[in-house]
């Protein structure tokens, strides 16, 4: 068994922690969700979010990676043999997270080469679904392997498993020392030059005006609290992991507080540099604002092109730091997703890191083949929703009710952390993970059941839903229980109890 590795510094602990929150959702997501669900009124329902849910998860997290220093599967070993599985499922479900994550990030690389040059010319839209994406006519269809997405996904692959097999400070903590601060700069650049461009003040109106009516609305919680999790990647092991990885003292709390706010933060640059920008191009087409919002890859890889078109000067610079951005935002967040996969095989099966990082990491990037296919886009948008909607919010239910209420762990999560954190958590935290959390996304689940069973999801064919999304999420519930039936290798291991 290799020495359990450690982070360097706490500064590259929570450099770590904030690469994995800060990805693609700050910057393409979070924008039209709060401009969808409120305006400037959807700060009181994230807000709330962040403290009841977000933060809370985050320490809880944090605190069982600290104190059992393992692996999501290992740590919930240790708490109770019967909660291993849970582990697993979570590490399955970060596996898929991966398989297509890794193909968005290929398409940014893509997109920085394009930039030099705006190669996607004056028709952005059927320059990416038809030049790159060579997109399959009908959903469902999968076509042959687009070369063109193949060879940056092979790229970054090999990225990835370089970081990963130089280990934890060595290589995780390097690459986020270095990705995110070049980030923040880069997108700081972007968001003043958005600011300065005509009708930037429209789009920044439109983004805070707030419709305080809407909060009323069960459905606008339901998206903060959404937001949130996939936001801060709390409810599958990914935090769990990357604390596991502490030195014994460190400051639980704070760190959670940091991690969250710093997410945050990010999260309103990119509504400020987004909402400019889209105010910059209603002006130039002269619509409203409402007219030109959207989310997603539409926002990134077809709007933005129009609108860096439109650019005064300097187009292709801007490209560049706005597709660069989204490779940086996703690779440490890609990078977070491997890792807990990686550490969960390694103590599982007692096999060196290096393995561990191939034999998964070769598997995952043959399954994400599957995604650069004419038809990926599709396949992709299912199993996207889907482990969104149903895998991580079910199993970051699944952990709050089995931690809080089956294996009754809360008050030696508290006394532990505690002992360490300057910032003391109370009633209020317990309270928050064993009623708030679970009603809230009780209501999400049957929310999201009902509304499936009412109609597909994008009017797609049945089968498409059935193979990408319900069976991908029940094949990683059975293989969860599955593999935590088979033995630890590291018997050692699994002894020691809590060290710390
Ligand atoms: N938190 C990341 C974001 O906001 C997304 C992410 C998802 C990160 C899954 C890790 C794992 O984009
Ligand atoms: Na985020």
């Avoid at 997108?187 to 419709?211: E, H, M, S």
């Avoid at 109609?455 to 293989?479: A, C, F, H």
């Amino acid at each position: 068994m290799e020495k359990r590795q450690q982070w360097g510094s706490r500064y590259g602990f929570i450099m770590a922690a904030v690469g994995s929150a800060v990805g693609l959702g700050n910057i393409w997501r979070f924008p039209a969700v709060a401009y969808e669900n409120g305006g400037g009124a959807f700060f009181l329902p994230y807000l709330f979010a962040i403290l009841t849910a977000g933060i809370p998860i985050l320490i809880m997290e944090f605190t069982i990676g600290h104190k059992y220093r393992g692996s999501a599967p290992l740590s919930l070993f240790r708490i109770n043999k019967k909660a291993e599985w849970l582990g697993w499922w979570q590490l399955l479900i970060s596996f898929v997270i991966c398989t297509y994550y890794s193909v968005i990030i290929a398409w940014a690389v893509k997109y920085t080469i394009y930039s030099f040059g705006t190669q996607w010319g004056t028709d952005p839209g059927s320059f990416l679904f038809g030049d790159v994406l060579k997109l399959a006519e009908k959903p469902g269809q999968i076509g042959g392997l687009v070369p063109g997405i193949v060879v940056p996904l092979l790229f970054v692959w090999a990225v990835t498993f370089f970081v990963l097999y130089r280990g934890v400070s060595k290589g995780i903590e390097k690459l986020n020392k270095i990705f995110l601060p070049t980030l923040v700069v880069m997108f700081f650049i972007i968001v003043v030059r958005a600011l300065t461009l005509d009708g930037a003040a429209q789009g920044l109106n439109a983004f805070f005006k707030p419709n305080w009516n809407m909060i009323f609305d069960g459905k606008v919680w339901i998206a903060a609290y959404g937001q949130i999790f996939f936001s801060l990647s709390i409810g599958f092991a990914i935090m769990l992991t990357y604390s596991s990885y502490l030195p014994k003292k460190s400051d639980i709390n704070n760190n959670a507080f940091i991690t969250a706010f710093a997410n945050s933060g990010f999260e309103l640059l990119a509504g400020i540099g987004v909402f400019a920008a889209l105010g910059f191009m209603a002006n130039q087409q002269g619509v409203a604002v409402d007219e030109v919002v959207s989310s997603g890859i539409g926002l990134a890889f077809v709007v933005f092109p129009s609108i860096i078109n439109e650019f005064p000067g300097m187009n292709g610079f801007f490209g560049v730091l706005f597709f660069l951005s989204l490779v940086f935002a996703g690779m440490t967040s890609l990078i977070s997703i491997v890792e807990t996969f990686v550490a969960g095989i390694q103590e599982k099966f007692n096999v060196s890191r290096t393995k561990a990082v191939l034999t998964s990491g070769i598997t995952a990037t043959i399954i994400s083949l599957l995604f650069a296919t004419n038809g990926g886009l599709y396949f992709l948008d299912v199993v996207d929703y889907f482990i969104n909607n149903f895998g991580v919010v079910t199993a970051g239910l699944v952990e709050v009710v089995l931690i809080a209420w089956f294996f009754k762990g809360l008050n030696g999560l508290q006394s532990h952390a505690n002992a360490i954190s300057d910032l003391r958590v109370g009633g209020w935290w317990k309270f928050c993970l064993s009623v708030v959390t679970p009603i809230i996304l009780g209501y999400m689940m049957f929310d999201n059941i009902r509304q499936n069973l009412k109609e597909n999801y994008e009017g797609y064919p049945t089968d498409l839903i059935m193979y990408g999304g319900l069976l991908v999420v029940v094949v990683s519930i059975v293989g969860g229980i599955l593999l935590s039936l088979k033995g630890w290798k590291t018997n050692k291991n699994t002894e020691q109890k809590k060290e710390a």
